[in-house]
Each structure stands twice: as structure tokens, then as C-alpha cells.
């Protein structure tokens, strides 16, 4: 007998014959003899509509009050997959966020978890036998008694957590794909599921791009080494297929050098020309940037041709553009710069892998490949475990299979 | 200053449009300065969707499960007219139901209010000059726990109770007429709003047929005192018009004998000829109909023309015609009767006043004037202050119309 987390997101639970078709994963796993918790979205679309509603109201409008607009949606689904789990004749109770409860930060529409009391759910696994179904995405400020929510794709977090709060075993996260791919398979045909991947090289796949899973849940699951399984709640529950396991890196025997390659179009490049090779300068730029929260990612600063100046060059997100540019136009005399010039018209490319740690030339050899196929490279970030370019997006696709071949990802 | 509560039903917070046409009467109020709790309803049309996801999850579904669910819809609305008030300048925040706590009975999906702790509400109102926006329809269970729902039309009685609770010296239920009226003005285009009804009228008239609050508000208004005052929502915030007080006897100087007609279409009467006419034999009819939840009202018991026997007439909901019937078609020998006979082509008519007290002959009048338009009465019940007599429903509209006519409700 093993504990179990299941997760179902908005696709797996988009109307009463999805919901249906979710309960009987949940039934196969609770026949087998195991304990187990479900977590589940809104139904898709819902939160969505909930969002807009509060947009509607006003454009600035209180956090406190969209959380607890937004996490009603969670409800609905958790009542929803009790009634249709008790009539499968499986014993289920739906709890909301702040009935267990899963206390978090007051951090409103990004709140972190900051425990959780997962005492009853486990007394009534063993006196009662019961599944609990359990909203996702929201918890309760303790000091406040008020709801928060844990940002889009908050209900991941929430399984995970809860997993580590129950001691499962596994947390098994149900979606519309089967697994984790070496990349998207709408742009490599050839695209593989992993069968496992360490937390760390999800946590690079997530950030760079890959949407399978939100970010924060890889954290929380590699600081508890829970166990996350990626699969499909559309197979036939009757037939379970493989999908992708989460672990850490000591339970996987044989690891590729690079694991996935991931891609990120929201990106856009700014660069500074001719800005006085002195101190202090990139302080000017960078602090007004980070006050007016926009995260800037890749850097290259550069001597220019005169010798006496530099350009600096540097990403940040597609969203924040238009106001980063503005801000530094503002502060033009300040930074002392010639030009500003950017782009949105590009992508970033990213090869992980936790092979690399003891492999010299990874990075190396894609960018050899990378320039035989005409492809420039406008930068380049590299970490102990992933290296990424950014690269004119007109290119991705040729540049995505291009390291995909070159890593022996092709390959079955 | 007053302590006002103000009540908006489905169809004044249908959209953000009409919830901040909504949440200008509450402006208005609080510009004048009153202190204001506010309770909403769901969106119009959102409780029937989720009412009908239940039904698709399970025809019998837990009745815990289907509150926590349909008590969401009530979540939305609380959020967006907290943010509608804060964009237009008024310090306001929302409240869930368990967040107060408005406490209940476990009698899920028809629970009883049991208390509310209106303490913090109140604080707010003088240390911060907050409008407290409260989730109506629901409460909480406190020794489980769980979300409960007070039944359909639920919010007004969450209203006038929080205004018992916080001491308020009206409860203003906003809605899409413009108060109460004598009958039905798609019936008689005569028909006159009232300035003021009795809680005992109001009580009836809900009861009977009149559509505009539910049942069990006015009991807690009449319990409690709680004036009732019942307008529309869609006037012009700036130019409020009159509507209908509910209060007590002694608050109203003149009263009329008759206040209102009602009727009631979804009755179905049954006839059982030629019963033996022994001890008992009520019992044998009305018992099994009783343990099958089925409320019988009114009962006509007359000796058949063979002097031995009885013939037995009553009326049960439309809704439990059919059921009724095969249960008394099931115990024919048990009872001892000829002939079976029903129709649910039929009417209940009710004139109700407080006046009738004081006034002999009130109901007479009515069946002389019904029979000179050649209306035949089926069966006749009284009360203190009402009388209904059932009617084939071919003549509804004539005989309200003869009422409202004769009891002089058409004059202004």
C-alpha cells in the first residue's frame, strides 16, 4: 500500500464526463489499495472568466478580494469529483483551502505555502478509507483569516506540498500530455517523453520555457524529494500508460548528458550604445529596471569600436518592453547612452541537461552547430547544468532541432 | 446616521454593469452617512449551472458536497462588488460566509441560521467606515465544519438575520420590482404597489403564491422586528423611488381589510369517493402520503349521497401529483375506496389582510361574487387573516381580477 497524490488540472476536469473520466484514475489507485489524496483546478476556462470579472471591475483592484474571487473556481471542481467519486462507490469529502488548512504568506495573487496540517486527511485514510479532494491553487492567511491564492498554475504547488505535508509517496500529476518531452513535439516531430528527469533539470525545463509544470512546485518538490509523476488523465484509466518521473538524481541509473531542449519567445533584447566605460554605470541602468520589477535575464556588456565607451546589451521579458524602454529613454542623460535600440523579435534557445556538470564542450559544440547552419548568436548564458542563446526568432524551429539531433535526442 | 443592510438579488448583480449600478445605492447610502452591510446573491443564472453540474455528477448527490459547491456562486459576487465600491471611493471588503462566522444547522441544502457574530462587522463600521459585502445563501456547520446553503432564495433570509444581528434599524432588499403589490400586474394592470404590509400579510402572501421574498425571511423579520423594506435595483441610484415596507402591525396607521390576492398554480387536487366513512380512514390516507414528504393542504371531507360512505377531497404540490397517486393507488384496499379522481388543471386563489380580524363576512362576499361569474369552487380554506378557495385555472385570471375588483384594491 502506498500514499498517493493525484492532481487534475482544468483540461482533466473541463466538464462532468472529464471529471468522470479522472475519478476513475482516482478509483484504480484507491482499488489497488492505496491511499489518496486528489488535488484539482478550476475547470478550464473558469478561471479565466474569473479573472476577466475582476479586470472589469477595475483595472487596479484589491488583491484580497480577486483571491477570493479567483479561488472559487477550485471549489466547484473539489465538490464536483466528490459527488462522482461517491457515486463510483468510493468514500470521499471535499475540503477548501482554509478547512484543512493550507496556510500561507499574505503575499495576495503569489501567496507561498507556509504549512500545512495534513492530520485529518490521514486519519480519515485509515478510519475511514476516504479519498479527500482537495481544492487547489488557494490557502488562507492565518493572521487575516483571509484567502490567497498561489498564482496561474498554483494548484501544482498545491499537490506537492500537500504531498510532502501527508508523507506520500508519490505525487502524481495528471495533464493533457503524457510526460516530460526532450522538447515540444510540435516542433521536433522525433520529440521523445523522458521516462525520468531529475528535479534540478525540471527546474530548468520550467524556467526556460517548458510548461508542463509551474516552476514554484519543482522547488517545493525537490526541497522534499517528493517524487512527481507526469502522465495523461486522457488513457483509459482501465490501461495506465508511462509517463515522466521527477526524481532526484541518484534514482535515475544512466543520465544523458543534455536531457530536453526548451524555448522561450517572450523574450526581448535592449542594448545601450556607446554608454561611458565608467563606474556605477550599470547600476544606472539595472536599479531603476529592478525597482519598477522587471527581471532582466542574459547581460553582455562589450568594449565598442572607439575603445572608450561600451554597449550593453540584455533581456527581459516580452511583457515588460515597451515599459522598460520607456524608463530608460527617461533616464538617457543619466546612463549617458547613445542609441537604444531592441527587439522582440527573438527567442531563446536552452539545452539542459545534468550531464554537462561533468562534461567539458557541451555549450562549445552547439555553438559550432548552431553557426554551420547561418544561425547568429546575439548572447549566451551558461549555468552548471543548462546553457541558453538568444537568437532571431525566425530561426527557432532549424535551431531546436538543430541541438536536438546534435545531443542524440532523436534517437529512441 | 442609521445601520442600514442592503440586499441585491441575482438579477441586480447579473454583470459588472448592473453590480455597479448596485453598488451606486450603496454609495449613496454611506455619502449619506450610514453605516451599511451589504449581501449578495449570485450572478442570475449561476446557481441553475451549478445546480445542474451536481445533477449531471449524480442524481443523488451529497447534500454537503452540493452546498460547498452551489454556496460559490454567492463568493463571486461578494469580491467584485467589494472591488465595484473601492473603485468608487468607499472603503469596503467582502466576507464568506464562515469568515464572519454566520453560523447554522447541518440541515444541508435548507439550513437554519443559528447565530452571527456580527461583533467585527460592527467594529469596522465606526473604526474604519467599512462596507461589510457579505456572501448570502450560506453558513457554516460549526461542529463539522462544512459550508452549508439555506435554500433557494436563501440571501433575503441571510439579510434580514444579519440585520437582527447587527442591530440595524432597516433591511433594504433590492430586486428587479419595485416592491410589493396587491396581486400580480401581468394579471391585473390595476394592480397598486403598497406602501406598507404587515409581516403576518407579508408571511401569507409568500406563503400563497407572491413570488418576491422567500418564506422564511419574513419570519425572521417578524421575529426579530427587522423593518423590510423591498425596492428595485434598477431605479437611478441618484433618485431613489418608494418602494414596500414590511413591518409591524402597529407601524401601519390605516389598514386595509383585504392587502393582497395571491395565487398558486402548481396545485393538484385528488379526490377519493365513496370511502367508508369508520374511524381511522384519515389516518390511512394521510399518513403514507405524510412519510412520503408530501404536504397535503387543503382537505374536504363531505358524506357521499348513499349516506354511508365519505367522499375525501385535498390538494398536494403539483410537483407530487403523480407520486401521490401511485401511493394511494398502491393502498386501495387498505383505505377502501370506489374511484380515484384528480386534476392539477386547478388554482389556489387567497385574499389576505390583516383587517380580516375585525371584519365578519369577508369571505363571503368573495364566494357570492365568484359565483355570479359563474365560478365554480372546489374547495375553501381560512385562516385568520386569509381565505383560498381552489378554482378550475381556466378562471385564475377572472377571479383575481373580481377579488382585486371587489375588495377595492384597484382604487390608488
Not at 549555468?383 to 541558453?388: A, D, L
Request: glycine content about 8%.
Amino acid at each position: 500500500m502506498s500514499r498517493l497524490v493525484l492532481k487534475f488540472g482544468g483540461t482533466s476536469v473541463a466538464n462532468i464526463d472529464r471529471i468522470r473520466n479522472s475519478a476513475r484514475h482516482v478509483k484504480r489507485e484507491v482499488d489497488a489499495g492505496h491511499e489518496v489524496a486528489v488535488i484539482v483546478s478550476a475547470m478550464s476556462g473558469k478561471t479565466n472568466e474569473l479573472v476577466a470579472w475582476c479586470a472589469e471591475a477595475s483595472p487596479l483592484h484589491d488583491a484580497r478580494e480577486y483571491d477570493a474571487i479567483v479561488a472559487s473556481g477550485e471549489l466547484v471542481t473539489a465538490g464536483l469529483m466528490a459527488i462522482v467519486l461517491q457515486e463510483m462507490g468510493v468514500q470521499a469529502r471535499s475540503w477548501q483551502g482554509w478547512q484543512i488548512p493550507i496556510l500561507t504568506s499574505d503575499a495576495h495573487g503569489a501567496a507561498r505555502i507556509q504549512s500545512i496540517d495534513g492530520g485529518e486527511i490521514v486519519r480519515r485514510f485509515s478510519e475511514r478509507q476516504e479519498v479527500a479532494v482537495i481544492a487547489g491553487f488557494q490557502g488562507l492567511h492565518g493572521d487575516s483569516g483571509r484567502i490567497t491564492t498561489l498564482g496561474r498554475g498554483g494548484s501544482d504547488t498545491s499537490a506537492v506540498a500537500v504531498a510532502a505535508a501527508i508523507g506520500a509517496d508519490r505525487c502524481d500529476i495528471y495533464t493533457d500530455v503524457n510526460g516530460v518531452y526532450t522538447t515540444d513535439p510540435r516542433v521536433v516531430p522525433k520529440a521523445r517523453r523522458l521516462d525520468r528527469v531529475t528535479f534540478e533539470e525540471m527546474l530548468e525545463m520550467a524556467s526556460l520555457g517548458a510548461k508542463v509544470l509551474q516552476v514554484r512546485s519543482v522547488e517545493v518538490a525537490m526541497n522534499h524529494n517528493v517524487k512527481v509523476f507526469v502522465r495523461s488523465s486522457f488513457d483509459d484509466p482501465a490501461q495506465p500508460k508511462p509517463g515522466t518521473l521527477i526524481c532526484a538524481e541518484e534514482d535515475i541509473m544512466e543520465q544523458q548528458v543534455v536531457t530536453g531542449i526548451a524555448f522561450a519567445k517572450d523574450e526581448a533584447q535592449i542594448t545601450l550604445r556607446r554608454i561611458a566605460d565608467k563606474p556605477g554605470v550599470a547600476a544606472a541602468i539595472f536599479m531603476p529596471l529592478a525597482e519598477a520589477g522587471i527581471n532582466v535575464d542574459m547581460i553582455i556588456q562589450v568594449v565598442s569600436d572607439d575603445t572608450t565607451t561600451t554597449d550593453m546589451t540584455f533581456t527581459v521579458p516580452g511583457a515588460d518592453f515597451e515599459r522598460a524602454k520607456a524608463l530608460l529613454a527617461e533616464r538617457r542623460e543619466e546612463i549617458g547612452y547613445t542609441v537604444l535600440q531592441g527587439t522582440d523579435d527573438v527567442v531563446k534557445v536552452s539545452a539542459i541537461g545534468i550531464g554537462m556538470r561533468s562534461h567539458a564542450g557541451v555549450a562549445a559544440r552547439a555553438f559550432r552547430a548552431l553557426s554551420e547552419k547561418g544561425i547568429n548568436i546575439r548572447a549566451i548564458t551558461t549555468s552548471e547544468i543548462k546553457f541558453s542563446v538568444l537568437i532571431d526568432s525566425a530561426y527557432t524551429e532549424l535551431a531546436v532541432r538543430t541541438l536536438h539531433t546534435l545531443y542524440g535526442l532523436d534517437k529512441p
